[in-house]
């Protein structure tokens, strides 16, 4: 697999499953997807029977799942990282306008050590595994399978086989924040 990175902005916009938001694709096959969705308004999730879902919060100030039993699970910060099955119906209410959201959706049968986890420091992803990092906050270094190191910065995705990740050596350690979403973790 060839190492992508690109914007986030020039991700292709399209509607979701229901028409109540909008999702950028950013890798999908067979039981396995990951995207980026912009949600500006409260409203319904689209239900994915067979599929599990995580949602880790980009951008805005959070939001609330609401399961069919009026229980909540909530989306306030950064890092953060919600799990949930995707055959439930959810409704999703926000705190304080549009969000920008990472998802991953994946057939837990079929990949069951899929994850998105939250990054601070130093990480090694599965090398074998199909990884997309998404800087939240911090240049990011990267090195690859095929040993190339590159930088990705927030507002941008890096998509590929990932040896492992690590903020730039000089900034501020401790605001450093990245996502790293992978087939087999």
Same mark, same amino acid.
């Given at each position: 697999?060839?190492?992508?990175?690109?914007?986030?902005?020039?991700?292709?916009?399209?509607?979701?499953?229901?028409?109540?938001?909008?999702?950028?694709?950013?890798?999908?096959s067979?039981?396995?997807?990951?995207?980026? =969705?912009?949600?500006d308004?409260?409203?319904?999730?689209?239900?994915?029977?067979?599929?599990?879902?995580?949602?880790?919060?980009?951008?805005?100030?959070?939001?609330?799942?609401?399961?069919?039993?009026?229980?909540?699970?909530?989306?306030?910060?950064?890092?953060?990282?919600?799990?949930?099955?995707?055959?439930?119906?959810?409704t999703?209410?926000?705190?304080?306008? =549009?969000?920008?959201?990472?998802? $991953?959706?994946?057939?837990?049968?079929?990949?069951?050590?899929?994850?998105?986890?939250?990054?601070?420091?130093?990480?090694?992803?599965?090398?074998?595994?199909? =990884?997309? $990092?998404?800087?939240?906050?911090?240049?990011?270094?990267a090195?690859?399978?095929?040993?190339?190191?590159?930088?990705?910065?927030?507002?941008?995705?890096?998509?590929?086989?990932?040896?492992?990740?690590?903020?730039?050596?000089?900034?501020?350690?401790?605001?450093?924040?990245?996502?790293?979403?992978?087939?087999?973790?």
């Open positions: 697999m060839t190492l992508r990175i690109s914007s986030i902005r020039i991700l292709p916009a399209r509607p979701w499953k229901n028409g109540q938001g909008i999702t950028r694709p950013v890798t999908e067979s039981g396995w997807r990951v995207s980026i =969705a912009t949600i308004r409260s409203c319904s999730f689209s239900a994915y029977p067979g599929m599990q879902r995580q949602q880790a919060l980009l951008s805005g100030a959070g939001l609330e799942l609401i399961l069919p039993t009026r229980e909540c699970m909530r989306l306030e910060r950064a890092g953060a990282v919600l799990s949930f099955s995707g055959m439930l119906p959810l999703c209410r926000l705190d304080e306008g =549009a969000v920008s959201v990472l998802n $991953i959706m994946f057939a837990p049968d079929r990949f069951p050590d899929a994850a998105i986890r939250s990054v601070t420091t130093t990480f090694f992803p599965n090398a074998e595994a199909d =990884a997309v $990092i998404v800087p939240v906050r911090g240049s990011w270094r090195t690859c399978a095929s040993n190339a190191v590159h930088h990705v910065t927030t507002g941008e995705i890096m998509h590929g086989r990932i040896r492992y990740i690590a903020p730039l050596p000089g900034q501020d350690q401790q605001s450093a924040l990245c996502y790293v979403a992978s087939s087999c973790m």
